[in-house]
């Protein structure tokens, strides 16, 4: 059994910060790529940034040069560093993570998620 554990969602005014965690847990082999994605109301789930176990990252265009990923293998964590926030951004943010998971006489890898946390920007 493998959970991701999102927190640090909130309500920050336009030109604020915010900084989002999310912790695996469970029978966790290797953790493997890991996501931040986000979905506004009545819209669909989009990509915010990637981060490889290896530490390389890709943004989408809109959270470029604003928003940083970064993650600790050794916690099986990833964070969500987001400045310079805007009414846009908000949104329920989701952790995503690509998992093998043991034992290791049967091992799997599968897709994960978290449960999301709310940003709201808003003055």
């Known amino acids: 059994q493998v959970q991701l554990v999102e927190s640090g969602g909130g309500l920050v005014r336009p030109g604020g910060s915010l900084r989002l965690s999310c912790a695996a847990s469970?029978?966790?082999?290797?953790?493997?790529?890991m996501s931040w994605y986000r979905q506004a109301p009545g819209k669909q789930r989009d990509l915010v940034a990637t981060i490889t176990r290896g530490g390389n990252t890709n943004y989408a265009d809109s959270v470029r040069d604003r928003f940083t990923i970064s993650r600790d293998n050794a916690k099986n964590t990833i964070y969500l560093q987001m400045n310079s926030l805007k009414p846009e951004d908000t949104a329920v943010y989701y952790c995503y993570a690509r998992i093998l998971t043991g034992p290791t006489t049967y091992l799997i890898e599968d897709d994960y998620w978290g449960q999301g946390t709310q940003v709201t920007v808003s003055s």
């Open positions: 469970g029978t966790i082999v290797t953790v493997r790529d």
